[in-house]
């Protein structure tokens, strides 16, 4: 390979070394965008600056959900978008390390349904070379400069060539807000009710704030509800109202609700603040229609969190979806006929996978996890499950306990079946898929690669960020910023395992 002169660090690979196909030129199109990024969950590159403006009202700085909506609007400028990821090293370089490794942040680009391949390894400086070779006329990027480890743009070549558009960054949540999170335990940031804060009753400003926001928020959902081209509907999108005890707790189909008392070393125990509730159907409001269910498509429900939406999810939806694609193959779902006939009766072709996302308010997840989790709110999660390529309808506030009726009350009928992976994030003394067992839906994912990278382990990666940046603080004498903070979570976390055993405890009364 020879080395690129203009652009430090950076190389232009010869024939046979490009990291990903085709390894020849390709024909320059205008409809063929080139985007490119770090697209790491977060940047601790900006630690200095984080820490300092922790107790402020954050100015906006790289944003994580930011990326997916730069590539929605790239790909809405062109039929095709090629996204470029920057290596490890080179982030390291220019701007610091990075929480998610090279594969977790390719896996991620390559999920979102807007993008149409992941460039590995692309030069942090855009290259002329690079975006040529692959075909791309332009490349888009937001308002705003980025710059490389001497200062200058890193779209400065693009530029003089007259081959660079701008878009207009997505408002959101930055790096600084999520971090800020996880290092102050702050649930200033979670919504009571989705419903209300789209219209505007419930959040921070006065009546007409509240509904400006309202609907900006509801716009971006509508917005990430589209489908690959970013300009016609994809994914369904419902709400499900149900009363919190309902969203929250295991539920039975039985009248008796009542509070059960316990002999526990000869003396009677209250123990009622942890008792099932009676199954309540709840009701489903579509928030924006989106494709829908196509003629012998399965449909198949899986839920969660899906906080810090990152590799683990991903795999997991993929797998799921790969699961179903290999049981359609001996349905002569990808027959010649088959695919025929579906076009003949839709206008199209369509896989054989419907997914549909649950996701949990954030009181129930803070319920059973405690300290402030979940760090991204149910607005921000929604936004993140939408924009992957494998899901085909998202379902709010969705139970944690998915009862019978429940399933029986999909809009789209009872599903064909309720996956999960083999693990949870937390011990369970009752089985929140028992109803899904009984009506024999349940199926399981193994495990794999990613198993582990879940909200947990992604914030210990950003305090082991935060733990180098206090040690080179350290070292120069300098007294640690978040050295409380980091104890105030410790502390935290402590607490919420305590109540996590004494719940398990009184669950071992059938509670």
């Given amino acids: 390979m020879e080395r690129r ?7 232009i690979p010869t024939t046979g070394t490009w ?24 940047h601790h590159g900006k630690f200095p600056r984080v820490l300092n403006s922790l107790l402020n009202r954050p100015a906006l700085t790289h944003l994580s959900l930011g990326h997916a909506g730069a590539m929605l609007q790239a790909r809405q400028l062109g039929t095709e978008l090629l996204v470029g990821v920057h290596s490890d090293e080179a982030i390291l370089e220019n701007k610091g390390p990075t929480v998610m490794r090279l594969d977790e942040r390719v896996m991620a680009v390559e999920a979102c349904r807007w993008a149409t391949r992941a460039i590995p390894k692309a030069p942090y400086v855009t290259s002329l070379p690079w975006i040529t070779h692959y075909g791309c006329n332009f490349v888009v990027h937001g308002d705003d400069i980025t710059s490389d480890s001497n200062g200058m743009d890193c779209y400065r070549f693009v530029k003089s060539a007259g081959r660079f558009k701008v878009v207009k960054r997505t408002p959101g949540i930055s790096t600084t807000d999520l971090v800020g999170r996880m290092l102050l335990c702050t649930k200033t940031h979670f919504i009571q009710s989705l419903r209300g804060r789209l219209a505007g009753d419930e959040g921070p400003g006065d009546a007409v ?48 609700t009542g509070e059960r008392r316990l002999s526990s070393g000869g ?37 969660g969190g899906w906080d810090l939406f990152s590799s683990g999810h991903i795999e997991f939806l993929r797998k799921v979806t790969l699961t179903e694609e290999e049981a359609a193959v001996n349905r002569g779902w990808f027959l010649e006929e088959s695919k025929k006939e579906r076009i003949e009766k839709t206008g199209e072709d369509y896989g054989p ?20 989790y979940p760090i991204m709110n149910i607005f921000e999660r929604g936004l993140c499950v939408l924009q992957c390529k494998y899901i085909h309808a998202v379902v709010f506030g969705s139970p944690f306990s998915i009862s019978k009726a429940f399933l029986l009350t999909l809009p789209y009928g009872t599903p ?18 028992a109803p899904s067992k009984a009506l024999k839906l349940y199926r399981e994912i193994e495990n794999h690669d990613f198993q582990d990278v879940n909200a947990g382990q992604i914030v210990e990666r950003i305090m082991k960020g935060r733990a180098m940046y206090e040690a080179r603080q350290r070292a120069k004498g300098e007294k640690g910023m978040t050295e409380e903070a980091e104890r105030r979570r410790q502390d935290l976390e402590r607490e919420a395992e305590r109540e996590r055993s004494r719940r398990e405890v009184e669950g071992q009364f059938g509670l």
């Fill in 5 to 11: 002169q203009s652009a430090k660090g950076e190389w």
């Fill in 19 to 42: 990291p990903v196909d085709p390894q020849e030129d390709v024909d320059i199109s205008d409809d063929r965008i080139w985007i490119d990024g770090c697209f790491d969950f977060s």
């Fill in 209 to 256: 704030e509240r509904k400006k926001t309202g609907e900006e928020m509801e716009q971006r959902i509508k917005d990430y509800a589209t489908d690959s081209t970013g300009l016609a509907p994809g994914c369904d999108v419902w709400y499900w109202h149900a009363s919190r005890p309902v969203k929250e707790r295991r539920t039975t189909q039985s009248s008796s």
């Fill in 267 to 303: 003396r009677q125990q209250s123990v009622s603040h942890y008792h099932a509730v009676k199954e309540d159907k709840g009701k489903f409001a579509q928030m924006v229609p989106g494709k829908g269910v196509k003629p012998g498509q399965r449909v198949i429900y899986v839920d």
């Fill in 353 to 372: 996978v419907f997914l549909v996302a649950g996701i949990h308010d954030d009181e129930v997840i803070n319920h059973w996890k405690g300290v402030n």
């Fill in 416 to 433: 064909a079946a309720v996956y999960h992976g083999i693990t949870s994030f937390m011990p369970l003394t009752y089985d929140p898929y």
